[in-house]
């Protein structure tokens, strides 16, 4: 099968023009950063504009807007509501404000597996001083977490489940509805950490049943850096107060009223400052093209371009770590390797821009990528 597909372009190849870089290289690492679009650019020049024209006097209508557009732009992705988005500008301080609104005192315990992304992990092990007790649920094979494990770690003292939908150390999807279902059964809540799946893979939060989930723009959302969202589950907004926070969680923010807080109503009870905005319109220029392909078509597409590079690596003879059924296989594919750092050096040299790992090279093809770009790659990890 390997290479069939070389000859025949795939149906979302006419947007590659989108992207400059192409011109001058073969991106093949999108799940550390997405590559820039021409959209997010003239958005990005847009808000350069107003800036440079109008000043702070662009606040209340034209940027106050953006942001509301951003929170809807985001619900959209998952299926949310708007008013159950917050925005942040890391998957860190995300999760730090979440940590804060969370009541350890009858649930001291958070679970959470050996394949999350560390800054998710940190936030609650940063509180073990405070009596929160962490209990991180290995995986066997270093590719998925057994759904049975993570549910027997699950108890009546576990306050969160806190789990990635896929796996940045193996591209895995797990089932986040099994994972919403598995806490909700011992009366805890769960986390999802969508920053490595939304954008590629679909996501209803509704339908799942995750209590929160946040993602952002850096990778599969195409937004770059520093603009990240969380996802608070409706009928538990106004349940909980965080207590690391800021002026825009405050009902009356333009009140100034610096005696006591008023949360608002809606998930901004889980903001904190004023948001970048250069970040705000990168994002906006990404999100425009991810709707106007969609998540459903993207996936196809980028299924079939992850399937096309592994069965090329198996035939080159270099076993790539991925899920052994192909339905929870996403579009990071980890190659092993005795030097990654020494082989993303060659994959540069040859024009291909891809990350290293501990013992493992990463290839993310997205759907501006060509099974060409899978083709170069390999023969240049095979040679
Ligand atoms: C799964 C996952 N979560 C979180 C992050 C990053 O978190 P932060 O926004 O705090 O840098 C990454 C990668 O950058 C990631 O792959």
Redesign the pocket.
């Known amino acids: 099968m390997a290479g069939a597909s070389t000859a025949q372009a795939h149906r979302l190849a006419r947007y590659r023009t989108e992207f400059p870089i192409f011109e001058r290289q073969i991106y093949l690492n999108s799940c550390s950063l997405g590559a820039l679009s021409k959209r997010s650019r003239a958005k990005v020049v847009e808000l350069l504009d107003v800036w440079e024209s109008r000043g702070a006097a662009a606040w209340y209508d034209v940027w106050w807007q953006a942001l509301a557009d951003l929170r809807g732009g985001y619900a959209g992705v998952i299926g949310a509501h708007p008013a159950e988005i917050a925005l942040h500008a ?3 301080t995300a999760t730090a404000v979440l940590a804060s609104a969370l009541d350890y005192t009858d649930r001291p315990k958070v679970v959470t597996t050996s394949l999350d ?1 560390p ?2 992990v940190y936030q609650w092990l940063a509180k073990r001083p405070l009596g929160v007790d962490v209990e991180i649920v290995e995986s066997r094979d270093g590719i998925s977490v057994a759904p049975e494990a993570l549910a027997r770690a699950i108890d009546d003292r576990t306050a969160l489940v806190a789990t ?1 939908h896929v796996f ?1 150390t193996s591209g895995a999807i797990q089932d986040i509805q099994a994972v919403a279902a598995a806490a909700h059964q011992k009366g805890a809540l769960c986390l999802i ?1 969508a ?2 799946s939304a954008g590629q893979v679909p996501i209803d939060v509704h339908a799942s049943g995750v209590d929160f989930l946040t993602a ?1 723009g ?1 990778k599969w959302l195409l937004g770059g850096t520093g603009i ?1 969202f969380l996802y608070v589950r409706n009928g538990l907004v106004k349940e909980l107060k965080p207590s690391v926070t800021g002026w825009f969680a405050h009902g009356r923010q333009f009140a100034f009223e610096s005696r006591s807080i008023e949360w608002q109503e809606d998930a901004r009870r889980f903001e904190q400052g004023t948001p970048a905005l250069a970040a705000v319109y990168a994002q906006l220029g990404g999100l425009e093209l991810i709707n106007e392909i969609g998540i459903p078509a993207i996936r196809s597409t980028v299924s079939e371009l992850t399937e096309d590079l592994i069965s090329r690596a198996r035939s080159a003879g270099l076993k790539p770590k991925v899920a052994d059924d192909a339905s929870q296989r996403s579009a990071i594919v980890m190659i092993p390797a005795a030097n990654p750092a020494q082989e993303v050096r060659r994959l540069a040299e040859a024009g291909i821009v891809a990350d290293a790992r501990p013992d493992h090279v990463r290839l993310s093809p997205f759907f501006y990528n060509l099974f060409e770009d899978n083709g170069a790659a390999i023969e240049v990890l095979a040679s």
Do not use: E
Request: charged content about 5%.
């Open positions: 890391s998957v860190s992304f800054t998710v990635s940045f950490d920053y490595q952002g850096l990240v």
